[in-house]
């Protein structure tokens, strides 16, 4: 399994992980071969996402973990994950990729009855604990998110103070990343209702820097690690301000894959077959040896050069069920920075 000092520390050369990329035996193993007894069809399920939280659907699919299962599964890349939650609730998906506080702000504010079904990815504790403190890493993210600025900026590291006043790029307003800023701008005497955020695509960021249309940019990678491969560096990673460790000191919960509670009825076995398949894909990517392979495919889902895929950090993909000690902390935070105007009682249901 990939370790936890693996997980928490820079990643080997590119030219190794490069060389481990291009190898055909890697890319042709079949992580989940088929059943020898046939499976019952559950039907399809249509996930919706950004396309850089696509990559692990696709490697499982590729893969044939939902096969196993009985799944057929259909995915579609989104700009951002309102819009992915905005078609579940239309009928044009059954399953987005989206952060807790996405999916607790569409509960509280537009009685969406949002349901999680499955742990995405998370940050261990050391994670967090290591991104808040320099030397950062000039050239590779300690983060899967950070905030980058331009070759030419004057914004220091750490400089969360001096955000005031620039405009910065985030892929959504009242976010995780939203939020993460809000968090470390307070902890260093600023106030982000000073800083002008505007809101775009993680492939389009890096071209808003070069170009000079924003001071800074929230980045996913792989993009972000373009970012950085042009010229752009890292002064702070906001989730690791925001985000607080799971239930039992666990990785904190970044990303789930989450319905509502009328698909969740309709097609309860397929939403099963659905979470046990993730679960042993989170797995299966945790262990280096379908690193590859995972790289591959994150290149052919998010367009990203062979370099950028090559050097980013891959994350931690949580290997079981949450429960509600896994964001219980989100409303208290939301609320504190004033992202709510009244604390949520109430939280996303959890589909066991």
């Known amino acids: 399994m ?6 928490s520390t820079v990643l080997t050369s590119i030219a190794l992980i490069s060389s481990a990329i291009t190898a055909p035996s890697e890319a042709a193993t079949i992580a989940c071969p088929a059943p020898t007894t046939a499976v019952k069809s559950l039907g399809t399920l249509r996930i919706a996402g950004q396309a850089s939280q696509l ?12 096969k196993k299962y009985g799944l057929d599964i259909q995915i579609t890349p989104v700009a951002t ?7 579940v609730v239309g009928g044009s998906f059954d399953v987005v990729t989206t952060t807790p506080i996405n999916l607790i702000l569409a509960n509280a504010n537009d009685n969406f009855l949002g349901v999680i079904v499955a742990p995405r990815h998370g940050y261990l504790p050391e994670e967090l604990s290591r991104a808040k403190v320099q030397p950062f890493f000039p050239n590779a993210l300690l983060l899967q998110t950070a905030l980058i600025v331009g070759k030419n900026s004057n914004i220091p590291v750490d400089g969360w103070k001096q955000l005031e006043g620039k405009k910065v790029a985030i892929q959504s307003f009242l976010s995780s990343d939203h939020a993460g800023i809000a968090v470390a701008m307070a902890k260093f005497g600023g106030n982000y209702k000073k800083t002008e955020f505007l809101t775009m695509t993680s492939q389009q960021m890096g071209d808003a820097l070069a170009k000079g249309d924003i001071d800074a940019a929230v980045i996913n990678d792989p993009y972000a690690t373009q970012a950085i491969f042009d010229g752009g560096k890292v002064i702070g990673y906001p989730n690791a301000y925001f ?13 789930v894959y989450a319905s509502t509670k009328s698909v ?4 309860r076995q397929a939403i099963k077959a659905f979470q046990r398949a993730t679960l042993e894909i989170n797995a299966l990517l945790n262990n280096s040896a379908n690193d590859a392979s995972y790289r591959l495919t994150i290149q052919s889902v998010t367009g990203a050069t062979a370099a950028a895929v090559a050097k980013q950090k891959l994350p931690y993909l949580i290997e079981r069920n949450l ?12 609320f504190q920075i004033g992202f709510i105007r009244e604390k949520i009682r109430t939280y996303p249901s959890l589909f066991h």
């Open 243 to 255: 985000a607080e460790p799971g239930a039992n000191n666990d990785a904190s919960v970044a990303v």
């Open 323 to 334: 429960v509600p000690d896994d964001i219980s902390y989100i409303p208290a935070k939301l």
């Open 264 to 267: 969740t009825s309709r097609k």
């Open 55 to 66: 990559p692990v659907v696709k490697w499982g699919m590729d893969q044939g973990c939902f």
């Open 2 to 7: 990939r370790s936890i000092k693996k997980i």
């Open 81 to 87: 994950s309102q819009i992915a939650l905005a078609g």
